[in-house]
């Protein structure tokens, strides 16, 4: 037989489960912006019922677990996808900075430069007697020089602003790592107890989703449930309840910034393994493609150099003196676009210039036609392109490259979306549902409330029957 | 599908930033009338722009410089015609002066005179200038070509100049040629001797033969006999000389006009009727050297002709390839906007309703 205590006993963990249920909506309620957040459900079940001869007497029901909706599979592969996320993000934004070095649709650009400079050799065969033609060359020299600096220089500044960036985000990564290996520590801690960790297994997948966005990583979750995460091949960066740091710097071998693996020993340079996130991105622009800009401008000003060099020394100039170098020649290809310039002996006499081929012949343009035609002489790669098709060619490589990274970017972006949809699918908040679910526990509750009111009026009728 | 709330602010974003970049790109080709504005917008065509851009910078140069050119050969052509007059003048008075029907010594005193005049305005045209060059004096362009006794203080330079990529024309004609008659060839023809050198090697190949060339020159200059003298001394030599060291038959016209002046004062009746001969001559070689002038007025007209052509062919070119069309965009700008209307308005009614708003 029941008994009305135990009625009550019912009602009360009813109330009780009720307003753990509407704890959990509020939760979720609360959390429905919260980055990274699966929403939770309060496993409910009923209780052990109790055998009264032939009946079987329910007990009511108790809070189980709060466990939170969640595909980890899921979770792994957007956090897979973040990190060639980063590493798109990164290298489309740099390379769109380098694109517009390059970008001579609205301003003068190199190729400007370089056809004014041959140009002014025409102009000056025309008219080599003339100071004002003379001028006009060494002008259009000293802004030619100048541009091949510009872009040499803007392109460096695109390095150290990359250096910039890979310093930042490792330490930012050394944040992440540091807060991996808490959460490890507290989702440990918890779950010895046989309880979920929740919302910091929320936290936790985020954070590593932040990390592979920063850096290629690779984890993988023990028995303890604890992460270890590596960084490259080599560069353990959690394990349990540990950390290490990542450093950057420049070294005496580069002047470019490193990534460095700080472990126990000696650090070591770990940034050949980097090739993801958005440190891979920035490494990947910073050390392939716009080394080989710089290769491919300097190339272009020291063989301009030595040939223009080449014809002017043999000529003669105004007052018939021999020819003399007309750019400082640079020592070697390297670094020719940023010294490359006009001869101080030139610069401060432009009757230096030698037009001629013959001494004392004030008329003879010879050399200056010599040079101006160098710009349809094929003097590049090995004699099969000119300094224009040169340039030209890669102008639309740079914009090929850029074109590429930002249609995968944009494909790229795509596919996160439609991952975190699916995530939201699943693990998201709607608030419809949580207003549901809160009109249900509520309705429970009152009902539950009404159940205790009735067994205390029960209790109530029971005290009075000698009165009666 | 369960549908999250993130899940509709999420997609009302990315709609709309879509829809804002779209409208945000078609803009600026509106703005700039430019379908390309940076090279990423299309890498193939943004390089055949630069290349037409460099190509139409060329150009223009091209002109230019054939304009100078022509300004140049047109003032040849021009003095050349007149010294073919004051030649052609000259034969009229040696013709006269060369029988006794209309001639006797006084009047061939008289005439003398005449040539005389005539033999400084032709050394009055040798050294024509234009601006500030010499326009005989070959590539020694600031030194006046002739002395008053015909010689000469120039060089053969044919001044090259660019008309296009691989071709130079000649602006010049050095007086040398012209007036002097030497190192033309047999056919007494003018013409510009060497291509211009583009190469380093080419320019010490051209070096060197204008070395030789300065050596034949002086070999040639002693060679030659007397300008001036005793016409009958030097009849027999002068007359159909060739040039004794490349064999070409040029004629020098100072020493012929001196020739006729000195056989008229000397009443030298033979005299005058050779020079009448090599007057013939000396005409035919400015004739022939203005027919080379006008020959390369009309090439670098020709030129001219193309190269204005492709310089609207060019522009033709770059435009088909960066401009915008802007119907094309305008149409895309309205179609944009409406979709970005739709997307605004579907927004709203996304976003607004939960079941909290009908709980009252």
Redesign the interface.
Known sequence: MSKISAMMDTGKRSLMNSQTALQTVGHNIAN??TEGFS?QRVELMSNQPIGEGNLQIGMGARAGVVTRVNNPWLEKQIQKEGMSMGYQDSRADAL?RV??I?????NKGL??YM??F??SF??L???P??LASRTLVRESAVAMSKDFGRVVGQLKAVQEDLDGQVKTTVNEINQLTKEIAQLNEKIQMIEVQKTPANDERDRRDLVLKKLGEKIDISWAEGKDGMVTVTAGRTGILVSGIGSSELKAEQTGARDRVEVFFVGTGSPANITDQITGGRIGGALEVRDRVIEDLLNHVDNMAYTLAKEVN??HI??FDKNGRPGVLFFEMPEATKGAASVIGVNKTIFNDVGRIAA???S????????A??I??L???QVMDGGTSTL??Y???Q??????V??RA?KSQESQKNVM?QL??IR?????????EE??KM?EFQKTYDASARLIKTADEMFDTVLNLKRL | MRIADKMAFNQVNQNLTKNRSDMADLQNQAATQKRINKPSDDPLASARVLAARTEERGNSQFIKNINNARSFLEFSDQSLGELSEILVRAKELAISQSNDASGNEETRLVTASEIEQIYNQAVQIGNRKLGERYVFGGYKTQTMPFNQAGEYFGDDGDMKIQTHKDSFVAMNIPGSKVFLGRGLGADGIVRARYEAPTSVEQLKQFQREEKEREELNRQVDENYVETRGPASERRSTRYDKQDPVTGGGGTNIFSTIKDLEISLRTNDKQGVQSALDTLDQAISQVVLSRSEVGSRIMAVNNTMDSLQKAVVDNKVAASQLEDADAFQVISDINKTDSTLKATLETSGKLIQPSLLDFLR
Do not use: M, P
């Open positions: 429905k912006s929403r769109s694109e517009q390059y970008n001579e649709q609205n190729n400007q056809t004014d041959f140009n025409r102009e065969s025309n008219n007697e003339s080449k014809a043999e000529g001629g081929a013959q004392g012949a004030t008329g003879d343009n010879t050399v036609n010599l101006s035609s710009q349809h002489r224009d098709d340039y030209n060619t102008v639309g490589q740079i914009g090929a850029v074109q930002i979306n975190t949809n939201e699918s699943i693990s998201g908040v709607s608030l419809d207003t549901t009109i």
